[in-house]
T-cell receptor, first 110, second 116 residues
Framework: RKEVEQDPGPFNVPEGATVAFNCTYS??????FFWYRQDCRKEPKLLMS???SGNEDGRFTAQLNRASQYISLLIRDSKLSDSATYLC???????????FGAGTILRVKS | DAGVIQSPRHEVTEMGQEVTLRCKPI?????LFWYRQTMMRGLELLIY????????DSGMPEDRFSAKMPNASFSTLKIQPSEPRDSAVYFC??????????????FGSGTQLSVL
């Protein structure tokens, strides 16, 4: 089983739609969580950290469920520019490493 | 700041040749990471440095891979001899603090390596 699992998609949605991605992690000792965004043929960039109480940044909302070991990302009012691969990332203190999921592809179409 | 700078952007080489990838981290960042990304395995950490010292190289696939950081502004990842299965995008990243502090990682644009 992979340490961080994501549905690879692609998720094909129209502009203005709301879309949600989930991510599960296997190590219950994981401490910090993030969503990174990667455009085609580009480097990953931090989208947002995920806090235990949930957090929002504009149209983006991240949630963490430690009991079920999953993280979610909700995008409201999707824009064409949201089209990208979204990487779920988990920090594990043991080993002091970031573990990246394989990513979920989002395509927003007009 | 120019961000993390990697060179070359693309490298095409033949099996058995030596390949050297280069990275200049953001000035003032104490941590430097080398990642490899493939379709099959996603992003994998190969090695990271703190203050120019290698801290964890457990992700380095085998002895053909080596990495150095002779000073705070330069690092290299070398593959010798290269093999077709080494074909991937290699990213360098840096951060001001360690990754356990919710610190943001800044990635370079990557080097697309193709070994024929």
């Amino acid at each position: 089983r992979k340490e961080v699992e994501q549905d690879p998609g692609p998720f094909n949605v129209p502009e203005g739609a709301t879309v949600a991605f989930n991510c599960t992690y296997s190590n219950s000792a994981s401490q910090s969580f993030f969503w990174y965004r990667q455009d085609c043929r580009k480097e990953p960039k931090l989208l947002m950290s995920v806090y235990s109480s949930g957090n929002e940044d504009g149209r983006f909302t991240a949630q963490l469920n430690r009991a079920s070991q999953y993280i979610s990302l909700l995008i409201r009012d999707s824009k064409l520019s949201d089209s990208a691969t979204y990487l779920c990332v988990v920090y594990q203190e043991y080993g002091n490493k970031l573990v990246f999921g394989a990513g979920t592809i989002l395509r927003v179409k007009s | 700041d120019a961000g993390v700078i990697q060179s070359p952007r693309h490298e095409v080489t033949e099996m058995g040749q030596e390949v050297t990838l280069r990275c200049k981290p953001i000035s003032g960042h104490d941590y430097l990471f080398w990642y490899r990304q493939t379709m099959m395995r996603g992003l994998e950490l190969l090695i990271y440095f703190n203050n120019n010292v290698p801290i964890d190289d457990s992700g380095m696939p085998e002895d053909r891979f080596s990495a150095k950081m002779p000073n705070a502004s330069f690092s290299t990842l070398k593959i010798q001899p290269s093999e077709p299965r080494d074909s991937a995008v290699y990213f360098c990243a840096s951060s001001f603090k360690g990754i356990g502090t919710n610190e943001k990682l800044f990635f370079g644009s990557g080097t697309q390596l193709s070994v024929l």
